[in-house]
């Protein structure tokens, strides 16, 4: 009977621990900086109630752009990609939260632009893969590392926002 009890009081709390706070990197790609979607893209994360670290407009290297991408690197559309990417300023973006990772991906939405489903970003914004205006990390992994790569250690802040007891309870 006492073990019943106390399975009753801890199982929340291993709920809990199994909701683990990832990042994720979210970049506003160079079409989507020229095209004024900039606002647009960070609200979306924003008012979904995601926690933004870091935040930045910067214009890449080719070395860098080539170190975010090096899992395509061999297809055919890779330097067509790399041009695309350093043709002009890109917004970075650290963004945390329990589950951001795959979110993220649900609101930008598929690659291909008109596969994307209506709602989100891609789906909303864009038509074409080679123009297809922000890109989100793939894994909590790849979220770390591309967070590592994009940002310096002092551009990234930890921070609690005032609404956040009336995002998560
Ligand atoms: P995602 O950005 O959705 O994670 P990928 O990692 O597969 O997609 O590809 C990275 C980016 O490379 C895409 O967002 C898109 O801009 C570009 N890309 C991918 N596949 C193609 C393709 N077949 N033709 C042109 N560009 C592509």
């Known amino acids: 009977r006492a073990r019943r009890t106390r399975t009753r009081i801890f199982l929340p709390h291993l709920v809990a621990a ?3 706070v990832e990042e994720t990197y979210v970049m506003v790609k160079p079409d989507g ?4 979607l900039v606002g647009e893209i960070i609200s979306r994360f924003e008012k979904k109630g995601f926690l933004l670290k870091g935040l930045k407009l910067f214009q890449c290297s080719k070395e860098l752009a080539e170190e975010h991408y090096k899992d ?3 297809k055919t559309f890779f330097p067509k990609l790399i041009d695309y990417i350093t043709s002009g300023p890109v917004v970075c973006m650290a ?3 329990v589950g951001v990772v795959a979110s993220a991906r649900k609101l930008i939405g598929a690659t291909n632009p ?3 489903e209506p ?3 891609r789906g909303d914004l864009s038509v074409q893969m080679g123009r297809n205006v922000v890109h989100g990390s793939d894994s909590p992994e790849n979220g770390k590392r591309e967070i590592a ?3 310096k250690e002092g ?3 930890s921070w609690v926002p005032v609404q956040a007891p009336w995002l998560r309870e």
């Not at 900086?33 to 004024?36: A, C, K």
């Open 72 to 74: 395509l690197k061999g």
């Open 114 to 116: 008109l596969q994307a």
């Open 119 to 121: 709602g989100t970003i």
């Open 95 to 97: 963004w945390e939260g």
């Open 33 to 36: 900086v020229q095209r004024g």
């Open 155 to 157: 551009e990234i802040c």
């Open 149 to 151: 790569l994009w940002f």
């Open 18 to 20: 199994m909701e683990e």
